[in-house]
């Protein structure tokens, strides 16, 4: 009965909050820019990434899919507000970098493919 009500959130608990971390994950960017390739490589059809038949358990019945976000929306409206708003411009501007390789992580730490001297 004091000034601040008591939070009963599990907050401090290591496990849960792993839990809902894990359940919340989107993907990657390099796993969106692969599905972007499939898209170009199929002529521009999106129709490859998105469900044909419909699908209770995602929002608008899985119809409705931002490939640049992946993520689904209730309804063509929404889906176009999305489009225009702050979140999807950044995303889309993310995507147009390219992503780093292999070779790129392993010459900054420092591995070399090369040998830099040869061997008697």
């Not at 119809?63 to 225009?84: G, M, P, T, W």
């Not at 950044?90 to 995507?95: D, E, H, I, T």
Request: proline share 2%; aromatic share 10%.
């Amino acid at each position: 009965m004091g000034r601040y009500a008591r939070s009963r959130t599990h907050k401090g608990i290591r496990d849960q909050y792993r839990k809902y971390r894990t359940r919340n994950y989107a993907k990657d960017l390099d796993q969106i820019q692969e599905d972007i390739k499939k898209v170009k490589e199929n002529g521009g059809d999106e129709t490859i990434l998105k469900p044909q038949e419909w699908n209770e358990d995602l929002p608008g019945l899985g119809q409705f899919y931002c490939i640049s976000c992946a993520k689904y929306f209730v309804d063509s409206e929404a889906l176009n507000r999305h489009q225009r708003g702050k979140n999807h411009k950044k995303r889309v501007k993310l995507l147009k970098e390219t992503p780093y390789t292999q070779a790129e992580a392993e010459a900054a730490v420092g591995y070399s493919t090369e040998n830099s001297r040869e061997r008697l």
